[in-house]
């Protein structure tokens, strides 16, 4: 059974940045596609940035000027560097692998 472990989220101030990880353990393969969702207080998850196997990136059009999405195959660890981070920013942000594997998620606020 594939797990995925997010990390690296925090109380940060309105213009700092983060850096999150996840890591699949339990998988003997590279899964395909991975990605960053995040929900707010209230609101749907939605979609932040996805990236191939390969390194190919989407982003969500809002997100693509502070946001960096990255994996490292050999340690099943995708990433997302979050920049000039704002309140809106404030969310809990989950880990996302082809076809349904879901993190525990992980809370980034950010205060004004």
């Known amino acids: 059974q594939v797990q995925l472990v997010e990390s690296g989220g925090g109380l940060v101030q309105a213009g700092d940045s983060l850096r999150l990880s996840c890591t699949a353990s339990g998988s003997t393969f590279t899964i395909a596609i991975m990605g960053w969702y995040r929900q707010a207080p209230g609101q749907q998850r939605d979609l932040v940035a996805t990236?191939?196997?390969?390194?190919?990136?989407s982003y969500v059009n809002s997100m693509k000027d502070r946001f960096t999405i990255s994996r490292d195959n050999g340690k099943n660890t995708i990433y997302l560097q979050m920049n000039s981070l704002k309140p809106e920013d404030t969310a809990i942000y989950y880990c996302y692998g082809a076809p349904n594997m879901w993190g525990q998620g992980t809370q980034v606020t950010v205060s004004s």
């Open positions: 990236i191939r196997s390969g390194g190919t990136p």
